[in-house]
């Protein structure tokens, strides 16, 4: 089976072709052609964050280009269904992409799948090396994003419940408007992980600690906007970044990225203990920072050896077409098809709830 994804729940806009085959362990996908994907960051770092109604302004003008980009070695290739994000993401972004979608569709005449943007996430982190196999149930995500921070467990295929999640901003959302504080450019959390290994490789320690709201709490919510504050008061006494040397600026970047490590690896224990998983998965934009990947995998050898930690490919960490595509194959060969059949007339903006309203 092949299916057309399209991707524009924030400020990527993505298209793929992936083909999907069902085997005895599982699936095996395969990407035709190009997976086509522009990234809108440089022209929304003035706002210092995503402009929804510029987002989609520019997904309806690179749609069409990129769609050719992505069947330009592709062309003779039969399309069996059109796969669109649903959401969550951007109300003006999404429209711009399933309003696409839906055309595309009708011209083509073949089903129409509406895919949950964090599902896609999910499921493209099991994938290895183009197959979805061998994967034990239960399955506990950790999806990290600049929208969103939850613990997803899957006790069954396709069956989700979120068991913890952030209790104010995202994770990435933190990384970003603490890099903001620190005078880095947008997006911040990748200046933030440049800086914080550079003060590791030199062995330089923040002279303020940060607290790690939640760490101790007896569940598997978090918080960052606490922690975000910190961060506003501790740099405002230390004088404001102006006063800040470059070591200081490196070791305080350091400081935050730890404690958002050790915040992750407290939760991510009491998950592995309480739910008995048996697979352990990162998946979202956040999930290629160099140093929580390293952090978690350490973590989960050491205390869970018998867990299967799976990482997302770093080219599918942040939002892309490829994702969704896999998502929609797995849903579709599983005999999932009722979201196929549907008219998309809207989208869910909560991960349990998979089909269109």
């Known amino acids: 089976m092949k299916v057309l994804a399209i991707e524009t729940s924030c400020d990527e806009t993505g298209v793929a072709l992936v083909e999907g085959v069902k085997t005895e362990k599982g699936f095996t996908f395969t990407q035709i052609g190009n997976a086509a994907l522009n990234s809108q960051a440089k022209l929304h770092a003035e706002f210092g964050g995503v402009y929804p109604n510029l987002a989609k302004r520019e997904h309806e003008k690179n749609l069409p280009v990129i769609m050719e980009q992505a069947l330009r070695d592709a062309s003779d290739e039969q399309i069996d269904a059109i796969a669109v994000t649903q959401g969550p ?116 320690q923040s002279e303020k600690k940060l607290p790690r709201p939640m760490l101790h709490d007896k569940n598997l919510n978090v918080s960052f906007s606490g922690l975000k504050t910190a961060v506003l008061y501790t740099l405002r006494d230390m004088g404001g970044i102006q006063h800040l040397s470059t070591e200081q600026q490196m070791a305080f970047a350091r400081e935050f990225e730890d404690a958002v490590g050790d915040i992750f690896i407290a939760k991510t224990r009491r998950a592995l203990d309480e739910t008995n998983a048996q697979t352990f998965v990162i998946g979202g934009g956040v999930a290629a920072n160099k140093y929580l990947r390293e952090k978690l995998v350490m973590f989960i050898r050491d205390e869970f050896p018998n867990v299967d930690i799976r990482l997302p490919d770093l080219a599918i960490t942040g939002d892309n077409a490829v994702m969704i595509a896999e998502a929609a194959l797995a849903r579709a060969l599983s005999g999932i098809d009722d979201v196929a059949r549907e008219p998309l007339r809207a989208y869910s903006n909560r991960f349990s709830i998979l089909a269109p309203k």
């Open 89 to 204: 993401g951007l109300e003006p972004a999404l429209w711009a992409g399933i309003t696409f979608a839906e055309n595309l569709a009708k011209e083509k005449n073949v089903p129409l799948l509406a895919i949950n943007h964090m599902e896609g996430h999910l499921i493209s982190s099991l994938v290895q090396n183009g197959k979805l196999e061998d994967v034990q149930l239960p399955v506990l995500g950790l999806l990290i994003s600049g929208g969103h921070t939850e613990y997803v467990l899957m006790r069954e295929w396709f069956n989700y419940e979120v068991i913890g999640e952030t209790q104010d901003d995202a994770v990435g959302e933190a990384f970003d408007k603490v890099a903001r504080m620190l005078g880095l450019p947008y997006p911040g959390g990748p200046q933030i992980s440049k800086l914080a290994e550079e003060a590791r490789r030199a062995n330089l």
